[in-house]
């Protein structure tokens, strides 16, 4: 669906964009929040999950940017995560008003088994776009997710 604003052509046009962009955002999203539900995770804890596993311990403030999350949902996320045994805080030896973030055994473990299956899903959501099409979309979303330029 379209929408039904009656503008110039640019502007029917960059609203369809918009629409077809955050409608299949949210619909690929909501199909594997689905999957990621049936492992009791939330977006935001695979997220922090994933990175830590993929990039390694991190500090608490660049694990929110990462994720692009505040501080304090970045707080909330990994204070679930530990009460769940999968994430540890340690000071940051360099700075004691920082704290590292990082996989206990139980969550390396589970992160690990969970992370295939998972890109399994992801895998089968894009199924329907040749590698050239993926290619593109990389290319579009970046350039759309960079902040304008400003005069």
Request: include cysteine; proline fraction near 3%; glycine fraction near 8%.
């Amino acid at each position: 669906m379209g929408t039904h604003f009656k503008g110039s052509k640019n502007v029917q046009q960059t609203l369809n964009a918009f629409i077809k962009l955050t409608r299949a955002s949210e619909s690929v999203n909501g199909r594997l929040a689905r999957h990621l539900s049936d492992a009791n995770l939330t977006v935001s804890q695979f997220g922090t999950l994933e990175a830590l596993l993929h990039v390694g311990p991190l500090n608490q403030r660049e694990l929110g940017q990462k994720l692009l999350k505040s501080g304090g949902n970045i707080t909330l996320v990994i204070d679930n995560l530990q009460k769940s045994g999968l994430v540890q805080k340690k000071t940051d030896p360099n700075d004691r008003r920082a704290v590292i973030i990082s996989l206990t055994k139980k969550g390396r473990e589970f992160i690990e088994d969970f992370f295939p299956q998972h890109l399994e899903k992801i895998k089968e959501e894009f199924s329907v776009l040749s590698s050239e099409e993926k290619e593109q979309l990389a290319s579009i979303c970046k350039k759309l997710g960079k902040k304008p330029e400003e005069e």
